[in-house]
Nanobody, 127 residues
Framework: QVQLVESGGGLVQAGDSLRLSCAAS????????MGWFRQAPGKEREFVAA????????YYADSVKGRFTISRDDAKNTVYLQMNSLKPEDTAVYYC????????????????????WGQGTQVTVSS
């Protein structure tokens, strides 16, 4: 059973940057797509970014494209989300997740495509 622990959230002002980290333990996530989702109060959990196993392919929600960068370090079993030019609408709890399928060619963007989740880290952006 893989365990995911997010860190790096906090309270920042609009325009600032944050870097989220997600450390996995229990098993390697090499061979699995990793993703970041977020959930704002009263809203459904939404896709933010994903990085395919191998690290060569990345995918982003339109709302964060050009501002956020996802990366991974399989040697450290860690995935990162660099968030720049933060906006108040980025305020949410951010969750990392591991794909439910190993070596899957298709990269899903729904919560059903991911099998294990972290506990989340709060990101608050003030205007």
């Amino acid at each position: 059973q893989v365990q995911l622990v997010e860190s790096g959230g906090g309270l920042v002002q609009a325009g600032d940057s944050l870097r989220l980290s997600c450390a996995a333990s229990g098993r390697t996530f090499s061979g699995y797509t990793m993703g970041w989702f977020r959930q704002a109060p009263g809203k459904e959990r939404e896709f933010v970014a994903a990085i395919k196993w191998g690290g060569s392919m990345t995918y982003y929600a339109d709302s964060v494209k050009g501002r956020f960068t996802i990366s991974r370090d399989d040697a450290k079993n860690t995935v990162y989300l660099q968030m720049n030019s933060l906006k108040p609408e980025d305020t949410a709890v951010y969750y990392c997740a591991v794909s439910a399928y190993r070596l899957r060619t298709v990269v899903g963007r729904t919560t059903a495509d991911f099998g294990s989740w972290g506990q989340g880290t709060q990101v608050t952006v003030s205007s």
